[in-house]
């Protein structure tokens, strides 16, 4: 009987032949007993991270910095990139966006991804979403305005149907639970497991269950810390706006707080130290991160086009309705003077492309005029005699002497700025008309922030230490003006020690407090009107006034 030669994989070599090894390691000799290894130099590993649950004070009363505290704490960690995800809203994102963009010599190529927190009403656990491009830009925006319309100012009632119908191309983290069957089969690719640090008696367990759906579905895992702050020492911040959002002093909040003060932004060796038993979860944020193709920057305004008919462009219609004011204007004939003022007008707005937004202003006070209702063009405008002829503005600039240059300048590069005054007791007319006109999918009014003032935060935040209602309005009545901040001088007024304990940090935090956007509101009058759907750009919900609706953006 002839022995078969054996042909198993090992991992080291052995005398003879055979197969070669999987571990081909170099013969060296044996190194004696007593003379130990000489040390190697550690190569540098670099660890990359970027944070994808993040949620700024534009989580009305539940975020505890403001988005310009988050980048740049970010990027001063290393960190490769942040998401902004606040609750059912885009609204604080841009601010984030413009930092990071005007700080760009500082902190390099750091790239702010733009998303949300989808809180659903129907018991679907929360969703962070982050779309890939312009086109799941706009369905992200049409999915929450559809779930803003639904509810009463400041809510939100967004379905998983909701998300179901807009999800192509959203790149989404299930944050707790195993996310719906009907999404895995919608976002095939598109979603992943949050693998949360949760700092509690029960974190291994979570991770052990979170290791086990992932396992159990094949849908990758992503390390996120679920941040709300930009340092631990805000956790006391963190704390006093539960109160104020809850109605709860702190006395009485019990589970409502912070369990800790982890929920801050950490270093990516910290996150790696935090989820070691699941590393590819935190290389996965950078992989999840590079996946995400837009940028706000992306977004252009467009300007309505249907003014433009029976002309072969905006500029051509402009160019008609000048020299048909011009015509009224100076009914003996247009000075020459004023003639090549016009032409010099005409000639910037064409090289600017801006004869639209003059004409859609053009077609709003025309229509205000032919109904009787008073408009007065007013500020910088009044240099322009293209809005004179148009009989925006009264005032003659070449006869006056004023300088189109200060309205509009192909060195600033700025778009223009016509401020109408209409009648306040008609104005709900012209309203009405700028939607039948344009649709309410294409014009809004824009936002306004409104923010915490001295007497708002000092009055909160006092309210959430359990001050008596008298010391509060003595608290409040004692800080003069709107913006003056509160402090020991207002304790003091108010006839309370500004040295005792409670009362001095009440102090601290209403100083911290004040300045964080309370909600916001509609604008007297600003007007967003687009020639595409304004839905697609930005969130619409409904204002305060039954009728009205605002963008999430301020001027």
Known sequence: MVARRRFHARLFSCRGQGRRPLLALPRRPVRPRGHPAPLVPARGVRVTYAELATATNFSFLRGASHPEELVATAAALGHAGIGIADRNSVAGVVRAHVYAREKRDEIGAFKVVAGARLVFEDGTPDIIAYPRDRIAWGRLCRMLTQAN????????????????????????????????????????????????????????????????????????????????????????????????????????????LSRNAERHLKSAQEMTRLFASAPQAVAETIRLIERIDFSLDQLAYNYPSELREGFASEQEALAHYVAEGAQIRWPGGVPAQAAATIAHELKIVAALNYAAYFLTVHDIVRHARDKGILAQGRGSAANSTICYCLHITEVDPVGSGLLFERFISQQRNEPPDIDVDFEHERREEVIEYIYERYGRARAALTATVVSYRGRSAIRETARAFGFSDDVLSALSGSVWGRGEAPGGEAGARAGLDPNEPRFAKTIELAHEIAGFPRHLSQHTGGFVITRDRLDEIVPILPAAMEGRTTIEWDK
Not at 165 to 177: E, F, P, R, T
Not at 227 to 235: F, G, L
Request: with cysteine.
């Open 149 to 256: 319309a639904r509810a009463q100012k400041g809510k939100s009632l967004l379905r998983l149907d909701d998300l179901l119908q807009y999800a192509d191309g959203l790149l989404l983290i299930a944050m707790s639970g195993p996310p719906p069957q009907a999404l895995r089969d919608a976002a095939r690719g598109r979603l992943w497991l949050a693998l949360v640090a949760g700092y509690g008696a029960h974190m291994r367990r979570d991770f052990a269950q979170r290791l086990s759906l992932a396992r159990e579905t094949g849908l990758p895992l992503v390390a996120v810390n679920d941040v709300v702050m930009h340092a631990p020492e805000r956790r006391a911040v963190a704390d006093v706006v539960t109160c104020i959002r809850e109605g709860r002093t702190l006395d009485n909040a019990g589970r409502l």
